[in-house]
């Protein structure tokens, strides 16, 4: 097992009475990309404010390299990059221009600095525009610049927030490819928030689950996707021609019956646990008078292990939508019309 | 290692300070506005006040002669009405109409085709040859107080440099041998005479320019410091600042120089524009003015920091200035001068630093003073910087990394 590099004890944050952050510990091991899951407002852009000496915690402790975040903050601040969800970057300054300037305010010798800025430019392929005003640039290329004056000081940690947020397919390919890489090459242990579960499955060695400001599960992706599995729990997509509300709520009404994700008109995935699940909602189903035209048992997917732990999805945690006319009551919805 | 300390800390304020100015001056249209607000201020108010009140000229007036003359004479009034239009061909301030009655003259003041009128009374030739004062009636416009007064002033004046005329020559009708001096000597025993401290007739203009160049200035830094701050929040570029290992008030101290750069720019232009387009003579020393601005800036820098700390974005800090600005620009004797104040907002003036550097200015720019002059107006504003960013550096400190 490697050494960890960031060690976090019972960190909390409180804005008033609201906790955003509930007494989380983990540690983020050297070398590693670790990942931040969980849906907006979750806590973890909070988190990482902390670990980047921008916000103070309430309590409890979390050290960078051995530093302390609160006592020793300007020696973690040697440590780290920090790519924020926001551009941090003067639309009125050249490409060359703002590396320089955030350079400058970490000491580093003038010739030194040069060069390392050059090579950066270089490294993003933006040498041909580093004395273009980066308020011109594509949001791309923008992005490519946020996450290079992150690496003025050569952290040996970064912190990426949502880095592709905004970005189209190609561009988040790569930055993820680009990640990675600085990753591989220079050994930079990486954390990374997102909502996304694209990125945190390709990217993270390692994923912490965060719903409502507490760590819900902390493993590699694919342990992750093993313990659902352990937990006797299979996701079914079935697809019912003729998927009526009456045979939804019936569904939703079985004990084995998790959680139900209406996908379209007609498909239907659904998380269920036990031996007689199939059956159960294959008779549920023929009882309504339902069409099954095929039902496929799938591999759990991150987005299936979140769901499992916290009830809800990931993308819209604030609104789960009940679907209109939805029987719900303890009495079989009456039969509309005899045909 | 102090030393060092010092010098990065320094370092790393000037950069910002740098990179401030740059974005400043590569925003054009702010680079424009800049330098056209103190020139609007500077034309708006150097026309609109006049500059020594005898500008007012040709004023509509009706004349109403109800004299009906004595013993078939009407020389008396005839004699004043060539005496009037005489004046007025020299100074211009009247232009003289006739008016049928006092009912024509009122008609006319209120759907504002004349400011006022003159009534000569029907016994006025009668009273003067039987050895009476004559009656004149001076009607004035009371919807305009600002011309009726200045109109009121003029026409006393002109009226009164009549009858000393006319006395003079009764005097010498009276005893021959009195020569013209002496007959006046009689008539007014006093010769009044106004003289400044210094040479030149100073304007309404001098006495405000310093005032708007103090407000510009310090203004730039109340107003500035939390907006530039603010927006570099909202941006996120706060941020990329904050990860560095610099001391926060490095940030502060940078931004603050940028500030007192674009203020002193535009006070110089305010300079620029008050000697150059409206002739005010600046007596004291220029380098004093500009140092001057320089402590008026720091009075006002710990204000400036305590409101960056309490607002959360622009908007919040624009209205947190507004709220500030407006009672200080009227209580600080920039426009009027502060003893024509209630004594309560008097009190209230003597709390605000703007007072004291428009005085100080004011007391250089127009009177020539040396810093021994104004040296009570210096200790306040040191006072005043001192104890304000005592208190607003912990304040911010802590509102920064919340």
Same mark, same amino acid.
């Given at each position: 097992?490697?050494?960890?590099?960031?060690?976090?004890?019972?960190?909390?944050?409180?804005?008033?009475?609201?906790?955003?952050?509930?007494? !989380?510990?983990?540690?983020?091991?050297?070398?590693?990309?670790?990942?931040? &899951?969980?849906?907006?407002?979750?806590?973890?852009?909070?988190?990482?404010?902390?670990?980047?000496?921008?916000?103070?915690?309430?309590?409890?402790?979390?050290?960078?390299?051995?530093?302390?975040?609160?006592? +020793?903050?300007?020696?973690?601040?040697? #440590?780290?990059?920090?790519?924020?969800?926001?551009?941090?970057?003067?639309?009125?300054?050249?490409?060359?221009?703002?590396?320089?300037?955030?350079?400058?305010?970490?000491?580093?010798?003038?010739?030194? #600095?040069?060069?390392?800025?050059?090579?950066?430019?270089?490294?993003?392929?933006?040498?041909?525009?580093?004395?273009?005003?980066?308020?011109?640039?594509?949001?791309?290329?923008?992005?490519?610049?946020?996450?290079?004056?992150? &690496?003025?000081?050569?952290?040996?940690?970064?912190? &990426?927030?949502?880095?592709?947020?905004? =970005?189209?397919?190609?561009?988040?390919?790569?930055?993820?490819?680009?990640?990675?890489?600085?990753?591989?090459?220079?050994?930079?242990?990486?954390?990374?928030?997102?909502?996304?579960?694209?990125?945190?499955?390709?990217?993270?060695?390692?994923?912490?689950i965060?719903d409502? *400001?507490?760590?819900v599960a902390?493993?590699?992706?694919?342990?992750l996707k093993k313990q659902l599995n352990g937990t006797n729990t299979t996701i079914?997509?079935?697809?019912?021609?003729?998927?009526?509300?009456?045979? #939804?709520?019936?569904?939703?009404?079985?004990?084995?019956?998790d959680s139900?994700i209406?996908?379209?008109?007609?498909? =239907?995935?659904i998380l269920v646990h036990?031996?007689?699940?199939?059956?159960?909602?294959?008779?549920?189903?023929?009882?309504?008078?339902?069409?099954?035209?095929?039902?496929?048992?799938?591999?759990p997917t991150l987005e299936d292990v979140f769901l499992h732990l916290t009830g809800h999805q990931v993308?819209?945690?604030?609104?789960?939508?009940?679907?209109?006319?939805?029987?719900?009551?303890?009495?079989?919805?009456?039969?509309?019309?005899?045909? | 290692?102090?030393?060092?300390?010092?010098?990065?800390?320094?370092?790393?304020?000037?950069?910002?300070?740098?990179?401030?100015?740059?974005?400043?001056?590569?925003?054009?249209?702010?680079?424009?506005?800049?330098?056209?607000?103190?020139?609007?201020?500077?034309?708006?108010? *150097?026309?609109?006040?006049?500059?020594?009140?005898?500008?007012?000229?040709?004023?509509?007036?009706?004349?109403? +002669?109800?004299?009906?003359?004595?013993?078939?004479?009407?020389?008396?009034?005839?004699?004043?009405?060539?005496?009037?239009?005489?004046? +007025?061909?020299?100074?211009?301030?009247?232009?003289?109409?006739?008016?049928?009655?006092?009912?024509?003259?009122?008609?006319?003041?209120?759907?504002?085709?004349? +400011?006022?009128?003159?009534?000569?009374?029907?016994?006025?030739?009668?009273?003067?040859?039987?050895?009476?004062?004559?009656?004149?009636?001076?009607?004035?416009?009371?919807?305009?107080?600002?011309?009726?007064?200045?109109?009121?002033?003029?026409?006393?004046?002109?009226?009164?440099?009549?009858?000393?005329?006319?006395?003079?020559?009764?005097?010498?009708?009276?005893?021959?041998?009195?020569?013209?001096?002496?007959? #006046?000597?009689?008539?007014?025993?006093?010769?009044?005479?106004?003289?400044?401290?210094?040479?030149?007739?100073?304007?309404?203009?001098?006495?405000?320019?310093?005032?708007?160049? /103090?407000?510009?200035?310090?203004?730039?830094?109340?107003?500035?410091?939390?907006?530039?701050?603010?927006?570099?929040?909202?941006?996120?570029?706060?941020?990329?600042?904050?990860?560095?290992?610099?001391?926060?008030?490095?940030?502060? =101290?940078?931004?603050? &120089?940028? @500030? !007192?750069?674009? *203020?002193?720019?535009?006070?110089?232009?305010?300079?620029?524009?008050?000697?150059?387009?409206?002739?005010?003579?600046?007596?004291?020393?220029?380098?004093?003015?500009?140092?001057?601005?320089?402590?008026? !800036?720091? /009075?006002?820098?710990?204000?400036?920091?305590?409101?960056?700390?309490?607002?959360?974005? @622009?908007?919040?800090? @624009?209205?947190?200035?507004?709220?500030?600005?407006?009672?200080?620009?009227?209580?600080?004797?920039?426009?009027?001068?502060?003893?024509?104040?209630?004594?309560?907002?008097?009190?209230?003036?003597?709390?605000?630093?703007?007072?004291?550097?428009?005085?100080?200015?004011?007391?250089?720019?127009?009177?020539?003073?040396?810093?021994?002059?104004?040296?009570?107006?210096?200790?306040?504003?040191?006072?005043?910087?001192?104890?304000?960013?005592?208190?607003?550096?912990?304040?911010?400190?802590?509102?920064?990394?919340?």
């Amino acid at each position: 097992m490697k050494k960890s590099i960031i060690e976090v004890k019972n960190l909390t944050k409180m804005f008033n009475k609201f906790t955003a952050v509930d007494n !989380v510990s983990f540690e983020v091991r050297k070398g590693e990309i670790f990942g931040l &899951l969980g849906p907006n407002g979750a806590g973890k852009s909070t988190i990482l404010r902390m670990l980047s000496t921008l916000a103070r915690p309430t309590s409890g402790t979390a050290t960078i390299g051995g530093y302390d975040i609160v006592k +020793n903050d300007n020696e973690v601040r040697k #440590l780290i990059g920090i790519v924020s969800e926001k551009m941090i970057m003067y639309n009125r300054l050249t490409a060359k221009e703002n590396l320089l300037f955030f350079g400058s305010l970490f000491n580093i010798p003038k010739d030194v #600095l040069t060069k390392k800025v050059d090579d950066l430019l270089e490294l993003v392929q933006l040498t041909k525009f580093k004395d273009s005003q980066v308020g011109t640039f594509s949001t791309g290329m923008q992005q490519r610049m946020n996450v290079v004056r992150a &690496l003025l000081n050569t952290p040996r940690v970064l912190y &990426l927030d949502e880095p592709t947020l905004g =970005l189209d397919p190609q561009s988040s390919v790569e930055i993820r490819e680009f990640i990675k890489k600085l990753n591989r090459e220079n050994g930079t242990t990486v954390i990374v928030t997102t909502h996304m579960m694209v990125d945190a499955d390709l990217m993270c060695d390692r994923i912490a689950i965060i719903d409502h *400001g507490k760590i819900v599960a902390l493993d590699t992706s694919s342990n992750l996707k093993k313990q659902l599995n352990g937990t006797n729990t299979t996701i079914l997509k079935l697809e019912i021609a003729n998927l009526t509300p009456t045979i #939804l709520g019936s569904i939703r009404a079985l004990k084995c019956v998790d959680s139900v994700i209406q996908e379209d008109s007609t498909h =239907l995935k659904i998380l269920v646990h036990g031996e007689e699940a199939f059956d159960s909602i294959i008779d549920a189903i023929r009882e309504k008078k339902g069409k099954l035209t095929s039902i496929e048992n799938l591999q759990p997917t991150l987005e299936d292990v979140f769901l499992h732990l916290t009830g809800h999805q990931v993308r819209d945690s604030t609104n789960q939508k009940i679907p209109m006319n939805t029987h719900s009551g303890p009495f079989n919805r009456p039969k509309a019309r005899i045909r | 290692m102090i030393n060092m300390g010092a010098k990065t800390f320094i370092s790393h304020s000037f950069r910002i300070a740098w990179k401030d100015l740059i974005e400043l001056y590569r925003n054009k249209l702010g680079l424009v506005l800049l330098i056209i607000m103190p020139l609007f201020m500077m034309v708006m108010i *150097g026309f609109i006040y006049p500059s020594n009140g005898s500008t007012v000229t040709n004023l509509p007036v009706a004349l109403l +002669n109800e004299d009906l003359g004595f013993s078939n004479s009407n020389l008396p009034s005839q004699a004043f009405i060539t005496g009037l239009q005489q004046i +007025n061909d020299q100074t211009h301030l009247l232009t003289l109409s006739n008016a049928s009655s006092i009912e024509d003259i009122r008609d006319k003041v209120q759907n504002g085709e004349l +400011n006022g009128g003159i009534i000569i009374h029907n016994n006025f030739s009668e009273s003067l040859l039987s050895g009476e004062q004559g009656t004149i009636t001076i009607v004035t416009d009371q919807s305009n107080p600002t011309i009726s007064a200045t109109m009121q002033a003029a026409l006393s004046a002109t009226f009164d440099q009549m009858s000393t005329l006319l006395a003079q020559q009764n005097v010498q009708m009276l005893n021959s041998s009195v020569t013209t001096n002496n007959s #006046l000597a009689i008539i007014k025993p006093y010769n009044v005479q106004t003289e400044g401290v210094v040479s030149g007739n100073p304007s309404y203009f001098d006495f405000i320019a310093p005032g708007i160049m /103090a407000m510009t200035v310090m203004m730039s830094v109340m107003t500035g410091l939390p907006v530039a701050i603010s927006q570099e929040k909202e941006v996120g570029t706060m941020d990329g600042m904050m990860v560095a290992p610099i001391n926060r008030m490095s940030i502060i =101290l940078g931004k603050t &120089l940028a @500030q !007192v750069a674009r *203020g002193l720019l535009q006070g110089g232009i305010i300079l620029v524009l008050a000697v150059g387009l409206f002739g005010v003579a600046i007596q004291g020393s220029i380098l004093l003015v500009f140092s001057l601005l320089l402590l008026g !800036v720091f /009075a006002f820098v710990g204000l400036g920091i305590v409101i960056t700390s309490f607002a959360k974005d @622009q908007e919040t800090a @624009q209205m947190m200035m507004t709220t500030l600005m407006f009672p200080m620009m009227f209580l600080s004797g920039v426009f009027f001068p502060i003893q024509q104040m209630p004594w309560y907002m008097q009190s209230i003036s003597k709390f605000l630093p703007l007072t004291y550097a428009v005085d100080a200015l004011r007391k250089v720019m127009v009177l020539g003073a040396d810093v021994s002059d104004i040296s009570s107006d210096l200790v306040v504003l040191v006072v005043f910087g001192v104890v304000t960013t005592i208190i607003a550096v912990p304040i911010f400190r802590r509102m920064m990394t919340r």
